[in-house]
């Protein structure tokens, strides 16, 4: 602009024009020439920069299409595998009371139990050592070779031979119970375990409950109580007794009996795992504490499984036997993946949702009580349990 702006005016003041007009047009051209060079110095673009560095930064700081949609795949596959859980915690729950009352009290096997754990703790146990070896989850296990890694887990094993011992007897105790009482009732009895552990914390760890968790555990243990009253045989409630009713009433003692011992026992055993995950002494896994535990467990279980059936350990196994292994063998493989991907929320709805099912199927199927008795208390233990777990509302 600056060029041809001075050409233009000095053609004009030498032109054939006076003496005056060319002075004046040389003034002019001088002045104009001098205010052309201070435009051009100014930094028109000042403003449109600025909108485009912020534009630009804002582009930049912006994800990228394929990284949105890469996290949102991740969150779409977190929430679908916590759902899974949820649904797969819910149905082994259901089922494996429900394939033990079954084969217990319907069909009346008569296999070692001690086989059907032993089965149970292999299967763990196999799983397990997979993931110990391939899934590189942090831990105080040192590198090196898959036979170390077993080694050095097995010689630092003796914390879990009480949780071992403690879930023989618990398990024990269950084959029990569901061979007396109906699968509704055991399943809702079981939930006392909430009460137990919320004790033993206080007992063992010093922990302080707030005042609305032991309002949630007193309904429970009403919940309980009516469930139990309702579940008792007729002949105890009406005050006839003869001898077939004394044999009823002496079974569904034995199953209450057993019912409360693994209560008891799943209490304690609760806040001593977690006392020994927890540890700030040494860390593992949640895997490497179950193969250790199966270990134990293997090796408590298979003399007690020689001992009740030297000839053939296996004697009296069925498909319903098997599949009652299985579902057992499922439950301790969903305990470590709920830990590690679910949180109290979710446990809970669980929890709760498996008592709904299997009061539902019990009654369907397996010629279960399904009273107005029932559901109420079956609803006062599920709202029991969701006043629990609530966290009150944040200040």
Partial sequence: MQPVLVRVLVVLAQGRCCIAV?????????????????LLARPWSIGSNKQSGEQQQLIQSAPAPDEELRR????????????????????????????????????????????????MEVAKFLLSMQQVAFGGHP???????????????????????????????MNMLGFVALQHLDASTFS???????????????????RKLHMRKWRALSTLTLGVILISNEAMPKSAKSGHYDLANSEELRSFAIGMAASFGDVLLSGFVSIYFEMVIKSKAETFSV??????????SMLIYAPIMVHDSPSNPFEGWSQITVLCAACGALGGVLVALSIKYTDSIMKTIATTGSIVLTTVLNAAFLSGPSTLPIWTGALVVVISVFNYNDTGDKE
Avoid: C
């Fill in 139 to 169: 831990s105080d296990v040192p590198d090196g070779g898959v036979i170390g890694k077993f080694s050095f887990l097995i010689t630092h094993s003796w914390k879990m031979l009480i949780p071992a011992v403690t879930y023989l007897v």
């Fill in 72 to 119: 949102g795949g991740l969150m779409a596959q977190g929430t679908f595998l916590r759902m899974t859980i949820l649904v797969a915690v819910t149905l082994q729950n259901t089922s494996y009371a429900l394939v033990r009352r079954y084969s217990r009290g319907y069909l009346h096997e008569r296999y070692s139990t001690s086989s059907v754990l032993l089965a």
């Fill in 22 to 38: 060319r002075v004046v047009a040389v003034r002019v051209t001088v002045r104009l020439a001098a205010v052309g060079r201070v």
């Fill in 188 to 206: 809702i009895v079981a939930q006392m375990k909430v009460f137990t552990t919320a004790t033993f914390s206080v007992l063992i760890l010093g």
């Fill in 287 to 296: 895997w490497d504490r179950n193969l250790q535990l199966s270990f134990w």
